[in-house]
């Protein structure tokens, strides 16, 4: 089975109901060996694309992943960059936020740590959880001290995705190309990852009551979920909703994805100049000797 990227895309302007969503799909593998077998090229791939986007220097990708807990980014993220040069990738995880974020609009802690030209940058988790965690948790909003807080919630979330996919716009027309993920997982799958991380002690870290918390939220999640998805997919800046259900089947493609991403900018390594061949072919000379 050939994965084709835009068979998970989400299209500007569609409304998107998560329950018509698949979790899981038919495998694009058929044994745990071609799994591996496929995602290896798929990482060598990505090390070769990566080169060319550093060496180039003139686009960022930022890559950005949002899912439920346990529907699994960190591994995601693990796996298909597993082959990419350290020195032109970083990843950020953006949990609460701190007592100096909160001093800033929504938008400062995560915009302060965009990639630069010719990197990846990794959002785990992102400026959308404005749009999610704060509109599941009203209470949050407390916090953040806005000045004149809109007085219908509506309005207050149809600002924030406005002041989002500008931001995705701007950073698209200076050259940042925006790949969103939504790893999408049944809720039946994840009571059996919460299970595993409580039977198998070597993952006791992973596990928080607060996670169990937060499965009470479970059918608001997914209602918000979809809104923010409809509202902020767009030409620039597309959701991606991958079927998490199969950790293997989700990492190919994710991995694919972002391959189809870096392809289609058609890069190439900078030409050398006549001028600089002579001076290397020069140079070549005195080595050789």
Known sequence: MKIHSKDFRVHD????????????????????????????????????????????????VLL??????????DGAIAHVMSGVNPQGCQVFSFKHPSGEELQHDFLWRTTRNLPERGKIGIFNRSYYEEVLIVR???ELLVAEGLPDAPKHDEKLWDERYRSIVNLEKHLHLNGTRIVKFFLHLSKEEQRKRFLARIDEPEKNWKFSLADIQERKYWKRYMEVYGECLGATSTDDAPWYVVPADDKQNARLIVSQIVLDTLEDLKMAYPIVSAKRRQELLSIRKQLAK
């Open 13 to 60: 302007g569609d409304t998107v109901d998560l329950k018509k969503w698949p979790t899981k799909i038919d495998p694009v593998y058929k044994s745990k060996e071609q799994y591996k077998t496929l995602l290896q090229e798929h990482v060598e791939q990505l090390s070769t694309q990566q080169e060319l986007l550093y060496g180039s220097d003139r686009y960022a």
């Open 64 to 73: 950005v992943f949002q899912a439920m807990d346990a529907a699994g980014k």
């Open 136 to 138: 599941v948790h009203r």
